[in-house]
């Protein structure tokens, strides 16, 4: 998936079970963008409730896959970018461990994700 997301400038993003970003990865200039542009890098918090409607914390609290598109994201600031996720789940406890997450700009066509 590595590959995909870094030519189509999206970033691949791991959370935990509180929708704390684990990992961020893509190219660089994406990843700066996001983190200056959004607070989306490594060690903020995405649930819900502290952002509003967003992949990471929709897909934690619904416990299924999700992608929201652009200005379906609660904070006008996050309107730009369109992000899929799917929660992560331990295979003998069934326990919620995280989300995957692929984020990308409204400009490269972040409506072809999913």
Avoid: K, Y
């Amino acid at each position: 998936m590595g590959p995909v997301a870094e030519e189509s400038e999206h970033l691949i993003v791991v959370s935990d079970a509180s929708g704390l970003l684990l990992w961020v990865e893509g190219r660089p200039r994406t990843r700066l963008d996001a983190a200056d542009a959004i607070n989306f890098t490594e060690g903020a918090g995405w649930e819900e409730q502290d952002v509003g409607t967003n992949a990471v914390g929709t897909a934690l609290a619904v416990d299924h896959a999700v992608q929201v598109f652009a200005a379906e994201h609660f904070n006008e600031v996050v309107q730009q970018w369109t992000c899929a996720a799917a929660p992560v789940h331990d295979p003998d406890t069934d326990a919620q461990l995280g989300v995957i997450d692929l984020t990308g700009p409204m400009a490269t066509g972040g409506d072809a994700i999913l």
